[in-house]
């Protein structure tokens, strides 16, 4: 593992492998990306004929991409869901898949902790045919804010906080990870998902259910002690609205982008207008 990591590659692996049995239970967040998605790809007007479902958890959404015709290869980091989707086990950003494989590629739920974000991009990309289409949705900034309040309220009991919450991609970031990773036509946009819950525990719980509890490396993974849960679970609490329940936000990311291709728009060439802004601006 690299030093400069910052996410436990075989702790990802180990969570994905541990939440796999039981995912189908937990799995209304990412039910919720992939609605938006295949909303995304409705609005697509022209056909495709083999994607890539890369992070296929459960193979949920390659259901859906074969029920509208697609062909279908899923990849996932853990074991355990690439078996039970008939798929290959590889990380985001060390693709085992030549240039030039697929016209479509969705990704549902994990390209938040991948360790390389604009290398897995890259590769994305030149993974697509020219003119293929690329969507992506994942737990983007804003999200559990109460989980991390309450997570500093423990740490603070002993006088120092650990990273034990992921960092957080903004959406105007995220479009710019795209641009940076040659996309053309890239967009990046949000929704924001509000979730009540009876405590924190339970919160957690659906987070362990989901393979989505902290992977960071380094001293993230020393456990809490027992003041430091009391602390966390009372301002959880205190955050409640009054019927006891406290209401987490989840800010989902979805990104949209095409391998670039000669017959998409262009912009025009600099120098190229017959019109100055100063003569528009006089006559309107």
Not at 6 to 14: E, N, P, T, V
Not at 208 to 220: F, K
Not at 233 to 260: H, M, N, V
Request: hydrophobic share 45%.
């Amino acid at each position: 593992m690299s030093e400069t990591e910052i996410f436990d590659r075989a702790a990802r692996r180990l969570r994905r492998d541990r939440a796999a049995p039981d995912f189908a239970e937990q799995d209304f967040l990412r039910a919720q990306m992939i609605e938006g998605l295949l909303d995304r790809l409705s609005s697509v007007t022209r056909s495709f004929s083999l994607a890539l479902d890369l992070g296929c958890f459960d193979g949920a959404l390659g259901v859906e991409l074969r029920a509208r015709g697609v062909k279908v290869v899923s990849a996932d980091a853990g074991f355990a869901f690439a078996k039970m989707a008939g798929g290959v086990q590889c990380d985001e950003d060390r693709l085992p898949f030549a240039d030039g494989s697929f016209d479509l590629i969705l990704s549902a739920g994990v390209l938040d902790s991948v360790n390389d974000l604009p290398g897995a991009l890259t590769l994305i990309r030149r993974a697509l045919k020219p003119d293929g289409l690329f969507l992506g949705a994942f737990v983007g900034a804003g999200s559990l804010p109460q989980l991390r309040a309450a997570m500093l309220a423990g740490d603070m009991v002993h006088g120092s906080a650990a990273p034990r919450i992921h960092p957080q991609i903004e959406v105007r970031a995220a479009g710019d990870l795209l641009a940076r990773a040659g996309f053309a036509l890239p967009v990046a946009d949000s929704e924001r998902l509000d979730i009540r819950y009876p405590g924190l525990l339970r919160l957690a719980a659906d987070l362990r259910a989901a393979g989505a509890t902290n992977i960071l490396c380094g001293r993230s993974h020393v456990g809490l002690t027992r003041p430091q849960i009391g602390a966390a679970l009372q301002a959880f609490a205190e955050a409640a609205e009054p019927d006891g329940k406290t209401r987490e936000r989840i800010e989902i990311l979805y990104l949209t982008g095409w391998s670039p291709a000669p017959s998409q728009p262009q912009p025009a060439r600099r120098g190229s207008a017959v019109r100055s802004l100063a003569e528009a601006l006089r006559k309107s």
